[in-house]
């Protein structure tokens, strides 16, 4: 849908290309009415953001891993007990 309204937007450069090119802020337009707010402030918070995105993807590590695995290396470790039981025992 394209509505004929003209809008700000802030256009950040990926602080790490391999997760994204580009961070696109549509900037609400009662923004600059708010006591305080500069352009300056804006365009470091939205870097901020994109930073912070990318920083929170890098940091996705084993916790992500899907269902399936965490369900074979349960599977691997039980058998791997029962293999230790089965030769100290047997």
């Known amino acids: ?53 990318t920083a929170g993807a890098a940091r996705r590590d084993w916790r992500s891993l899907p269902s399936l695995c965490w369900a074979a290396l349960g599977a691997g470790v039980i058998g791997l007990l029962w293999l230790v039981w089965a030769l100290v025992l047997g």
């Open 1 to 53: 849908m394209v509505k004929g309204i003209s809008r700000r937007v802030v256009v950040v450069e990926s602080p790490d290309p391999r997760l994204f090119e580009q961070a696109i802020f549509i900037v609400r337009n009662d923004v600059f009415q708010q006591e305080g707010v500069t352009a300056d402030q804006l365009i470091r918070e939205a870097c901020r953001v994109a930073r912070s995105y």
